[in-house]
């Protein structure tokens, strides 16, 4: 009968008394050492058709994705997170918005959206102001479970302002203002998936 490491791991290996098989005594050994280590794999794909059956995934098994190059843990209800952020991907604007500088963009993180960048009216004139006024659209996966609502830092000739931006559960993002603004900052809107 095979003994446990000392680490509480349950990682096995064979004792003296166990009936000799080289084979067994080191797979054994091998499987419990490699489903504690980081576990490589080409992508998800990948991944999933390996993880099956007597190897499927078990919680709190960590995995690198190499054309992902991303970090997932294994959670206990059974599904691969990201623990690394992901890559930035742009903002499609509304017809009359379009980047003010940068690379406006949102990246998903631990489960939660972060934003970055700045928006300006096409025409480079002031924001409507007193009115919701819908600035552009976050694809499915970026979307919150509930409405979430943000102050943002807006700029007028160098003044500092503020502006209210509100993503809805359809992926619209609206503004409000009341001031005279040209263009509002994305930096530091960051909500929960959940």
Same mark, same amino acid.
């Given at each position: 009968?095979?003994?446990? $490491?000392?680490?509480?791991?349950?990682?096995?290996?064979?004792?003296?008394?166990?009936?000799?098989?080289?084979?067994? =005594?080191?797979?054994?050994?091998?499987?419990?050492?490699? +489903?504690? +280590?980081?576990?490589?794999?080409?992508?998800?794909?990948?991944?999933?058709?390996?993880?099956?059956?007597?190897?499927?995934?078990?919680?709190?098994?960590? !995995?690198?994705?190499?054309?992902?190059?991303?970090?997932?843990? &294994?959670?206990?209800?059974?599904?691969?997170?990201?623990?690394?952020?992901?890559?930035?991907?742009?903002?499609?604007?509304?017809?009359?918005?379009?980047? &003010?500088?940068? !690379?406006?963009?949102?990246?998903?993180?631990?489960? +939660?959206?972060?934003?970055?960048?700045?928006?300006?009216?096409?025409?480079?004139?002031?924001?409507?102001?007193?009115?919701?006024?819908?600035?552009?659209?976050?694809?499915?996966?970026?979307?919150?479970?509930?409405?979430? !609502?943000?102050?943002?830092? =807006?700029?007028?000739?160098?003044?500092?302002?503020? =502006?209210?931006?509100? =993503?809805?559960?359809?992926?619209?993002?609206?503004?409000?203002?009341?001031?005279?603004?040209? &263009?509002?900052?994305?930096? !530091?809107?960051?909500?929960?998936? $959940?």
């Amino acid at each position: 009968m095979p003994a446990t $490491d000392g680490y509480g791991q349950a990682v096995q290996y064979p004792v003296l008394s166990d009936a000799p098989n080289m084979e067994n =005594a080191f797979q054994t050994a091998v499987n419990g050492i490699v +489903s504690h +280590s980081v576990l490589r794999f080409a992508n998800s794909n990948e991944r999933s058709a390996t993880l099956t059956g007597q190897f499927k995934a078990v919680p709190g098994m960590i !995995s690198y994705l190499i054309a992902e190059d991303r970090w997932d843990r &294994f959670d206990g209800d059974k599904v691969w997170r990201p623990m690394t952020p992901g890559a930035w991907k742009p903002l499609t604007f509304a017809s009359g918005y379009t980047a &003010f500088g940068g !690379s406006p963009g949102y990246r998903i993180v631990n489960g +939660s959206v972060e934003l970055r960048g700045a928006f300006q009216r096409t025409s480079g004139s002031n924001f409507t102001q007193d009115s919701e006024i819908y600035a552009f659209t976050l694809p499915t996966e970026a979307r919150p479970s509930t409405a979430r !609502s943000f102050v943002a830092s =807006a700029t007028y000739n160098g003044g500092g302002h503020s =502006a209210r931006l509100v =993503a809805r559960t359809d992926g619209a993002v609206v503004y409000i203002i009341g001031h005279s603004a040209n &263009f509002i900052y994305l930096d !530091s809107v960051r909500y929960s998936l $959940d």
